[in-house]
């Protein structure tokens, strides 16, 4: 297991942009492939970004390609989300994730999880 810790949501107006980072915890971290998820008020837990354990390979949810990006730095234990052109439809919390069986959007491929950090995106 792994502790994840993000940071970097709040609120911004709708077009604008935001980083959200994540920290990891144990010298591991390059084992695992990472992802976000977020949670809308009423809504289940959804994929938007995954990134393989080398960096090489990432997979995005639909409603955000082309928006979002997503990175790591496996010498710094960090992995980032990268928003541009937010909408009010991207305003949830939003959660970091660690795995180990490849960068797959289902919640089920990911053991461990960050608290979440709130991202609002005001019209």
């Known amino acids: 297991q792994v502790q994840l810790v993000e940071s970097g949501g709040g609120l911004v107006q709708a077009g604008g942009s935001l980083r959200l980072s994540c920290a990891a915890s144990g010298r591991t971290f390059s084992t695992y492939d990472l992802a976000w998820f977020r949670q809308a008020p009423g809504k289940e837990r959804a994929f938007v970004a995954a990134?393989?354990?080398?960096?090489?390979?990432?997979n995005y949810a639909d409603s955000v390609k082309g928006r979002f990006t997503i990175s790591r730095d496996n010498a710094k234990y960090t992995v980032n989300l990268r928003m541009n052109s937010l909408k009010p439809e991207d305003t949830a919390v939003y959660y970091c994730?660690?795995?180990?069986?490849?960068?797959?959007?289902?919640?089920?491929?990911?053991?461990?999880w960050g608290q979440g950090t709130q991202v609002t995106v005001s019209s």
């Open positions: 994730a660690a795995g180990s069986i490849g960068t797959y959007s289902a919640r089920a491929a990911y053991h461990s």
């Open positions: 990134i393989s354990r080398s960096g090489t390979s990432t």
